[in-house]
């Protein structure tokens, strides 16, 4: 599982893979936590990828109801059906049944999970903490049956049962019913290994050098008391705008100019002064001064 992992871009170390490997022998949903950036999103992807079969992602934000993640009916349609029945004579009661058939039902990512009949589906529910804790009930009762009730329609059951990943932010506390149902993995931030090959992978044209100051720059920087932690995904920025300026090692300047693709909140970026850059810098360099 973990050279298949690999295999599709995405760099999984033991206890990633293992996680992957029993949510899908298992067929039990797997919650993902971690802070922002560190991959939580794309174990669902690559999971996808690896089991080469549709990837159905429900992007969760507060406020988030039932209707936005399970269907709704395509009123305008029903309404228009309506009308042509009445110039053609037709009660609205005769069609009832019809208005209220599969044809004018719009499946949401919920929904379309379990209907799928090409085959099970990776069914990745994304943030559930910024869902209220209403919608995650709802989603525990889905989860636990992979069956839906439409009351002007009927109860859908599951033909294939969909395997899921469910990440976390840890913005909100998720509730131990749900947690009771999932497999667990939390993801730290990747070690300095780690990261210089996330690097080697996803960004063509970094040098080795490079990579690995990007590296060990990031991880004293993760070191500081920073409001938000850069993860991965800025690290992948950084390395990228580094490459389209044609830097083959860190300098101060360029770190200071390229901030930015680092820091996101104004705070952090106050407070990183000119002095404590050119420190990182020194130690991301450290190494390659002594090689010299």
Known sequence: MQQ???????????????????????RKPLLVEGDAGVGKT?????FARLLDT????????????????????????????????EHDGQHSSELEDMIFGRDYLLERPLLRAITRNEGPPVLLVDEIDRADDGFEAFLLEVLSDFQITIPEFGTIKAEHVPYVVLTSNRTREIGDALRRRCLHLYIEHPTLEKEVRIIRNKVPGVGERLA????????ALRNRQLYKA???????????????????????????????????????????????????????RSTDSQRE
């Open 4 to 26: 298949a992992m690999e295999s599709h871009g995405y760099i999984a170390e033991p206890a990633i893979a293992t996680a992957a490997f029993l949510a899908q022998e298992m």
């Open 42 to 46: 794309e174990v669902g992807k690559v």
């Open 54 to 85: 549709e990837l159905i992602r429900l992007q969760c934000y507060e406020g988030l109801d039932v209707n936005t993640a399970l269907y709704e009916w395509n009123y305008q349609r029903q309404l228009l059906r309506l009308r042509m029945a």
């Open 212 to 219: 690995a100051e990007i590296a060990r720059f990031m991880q």
């Open 230 to 284: 850069p993860g991965v995904s800025e690290t992948l920025d950084w390395a990228q705008a580094l490459v389209c300026l044609h830097s083959d090692h860190l300098d101060a300047e360029t770190v200071q100019q390229t901030l930015g693709c680092l820091l996101k909140d104004q705070h952090d970026a106050r407070e990183l002064t000119s002095s404590a850059v050119a420190s990182l810098v020194g130690q991301a």
